[in-house]
């Protein structure tokens, strides 16, 4: 007589694969080995499970990247200036120059 099979909360993965985790965090977080659920993934799915995790993982990006968007866009200057760092390359320039020669 074989094992019983645990059951795997499918969901669960999913939703802990689109906020970043990896398969070790989500196998202990489900109380199961890793070989154990990437087995299982393999029976239950027909996609690759580190395949599976990078689709989730971007969409994760995704999400985050909406939502800091729709911050930035009802005024947040905090974010619209992080944005404009990380998107648009603006820097802060804390350089001060000389007065010309003869005007000090």
């Not at 393999?42 to 995790?53: A, P």
């Amino acid at each position: 007589m074989g094992r019983t099979k645990i059951d795997i909360d499918w969901g669960r993965v999913e939703e802990m694969a689109i906020k970043g985790a990896n398969g070790a965090q989500i196998a202990g977080a489900l109380g199961v080995h890793y070989d154990t659920l990437v087995n299982r993934f393999k029976e239950d799915n027909t996609s690759d499970f580190s395949q599976y995790l990078t689709t989730k993982k971007e969409k994760g990006n995704q999400l985050l990247h909406e939502k800091q968007w729709e911050v930035a866009m009802t005024g947040d200057k905090t974010m619209l200036v992080w944005l404009g760092k990380q998107r648009l390359g603006q820097t802060e320039s804390s350089k001060q120059t000389s007065p010309p020669e003869g005007k000090r």
